[in-house]
């Protein structure tokens, strides 16, 4: 979504009446017909509160869009809203980015208040902007931590028990807890998922992924340390069906996540590259 699009957007005044306008920048907007200099309906029904918007490609869009929505009736109306229903085969605007599959979100974290996209000039990227407190929406990859566990030249993989990637085979790790240091979460996950007591011997790699098999497209930042075993008993927790080493030569082809392929033929090099014997 680029800040040239427009939108039909829609406001609940404070009789309970509902209005609604075409606008490129929902902020200012909301802004104004707060203000008393939007429209003269909502002058007198203030304040108003945004309840939806939705985005098109130009202003003759949003119009024939805007001329469709006027002749619902207000129960429809306030239906599409609450199940974000597109207007005239428009999404249901939440973010900047639709387009870019990036799930948005439709409230703001801080308030509550509706999320409408916004673009910056000086920014690259398209944001979400919170239409009552004016907090920018920024994105940020999860960050998760795992390890690559070796063992005479073998490569400890946990056979997944659950979705997604149920049946296939994952390098142990998982998501850091919010205060965690990375190398702790990957002893953690390790700990939890095979049973055995890691000690990491070095920082293996970053790789970052997009969660294909989730509808929100979730990032992801993968921190992998290369590590042994120091104790513990091999024993797969719950979420694991199976536990097995690997050799570079036999490595499973089934392999959960996208960017664990990388990993692996990153550690495939690397072992070849230090042990040319095996
Ligand atoms: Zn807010």
């Keep these: 979504m680029t800040s040239d699009s427009w939108f039909l957007y829609a406001l609940r005044c404070a009789d309970d009446t509902l209005y609604t306008g075409v606008t490129t920048d929902v902020v200012r907007r909301l802004r104004e017909h707060n203000t008393g200099r939007g429209a003269s309906y909502t002058a007198g029904r203030r304040p108003v509160t945004l309840i939806g918007v ?31 229903l597109p207007a005239a085969g428009s999404p249901f605007c939440r973010d900047g980015a639709i387009a870019e599959r990036i799930q948005p979100l439709r409230f703001c974290p801080r308030c509550a208040g509706l ?11 398209s944001r979400q902007i ?10 940020n990859a999860k960050p998760c931590a795992g390890a690559l566990v070796e063992e005479h030249g073998h490569l400890l993989l946990v056979k997944r028990a659950v979705e997604p990637y149920m049946g296939c085979w994952d390098i142990p790790g998982g998501f850091l807890e919010v205060d965690e240091h990375p190398e702790a ?48 008993q091999e024993q797969p927790d719950d979420d ?22 990388q990993v692996l033929a990153d550690w495939v090099e690397k072992t070849a590259r230090d042990r040319p014997d095996l």
Excluded: M
């Design 54 to 84: 939705w985005p098109f490609p130009d202003r003759s869009a949003a119009q024939k869009a805007e001329a469709r929505f006027r002749r619902l009736p207000r129960r429809t109306k306030l239906e599409r809203i609450a199940r974000q």
């Design 115 to 125: 999320l409408t996209p916004h673009k910056d000039p000086d920014d690259e990227r």
């Design 240 to 261: 694991a069906a199976d536990l097995a080493w690997f050799s570079p030569v036999d490595l499973p082809r089934e392999i959960a996540f996208d960017h664990a392929h």
């Design 130 to 139: 919170c239409t009552v407190c004016g907090t920018i929406r920024y994105r």
């Design 185 to 232: 979460g990957a002893i953690r996950e390790v700990r939890e998922e095979t049973g055995l007591a890691i000690e990491p011997t070095g920082l293996f790699g970053i790789y970052v992924d997009q969660n294909s098999y989730d509808a929100v497209g979730t990032y992801c930042l993968n921190i992998y340390y290369s590590a042994r075993v120091v104790g513990g």
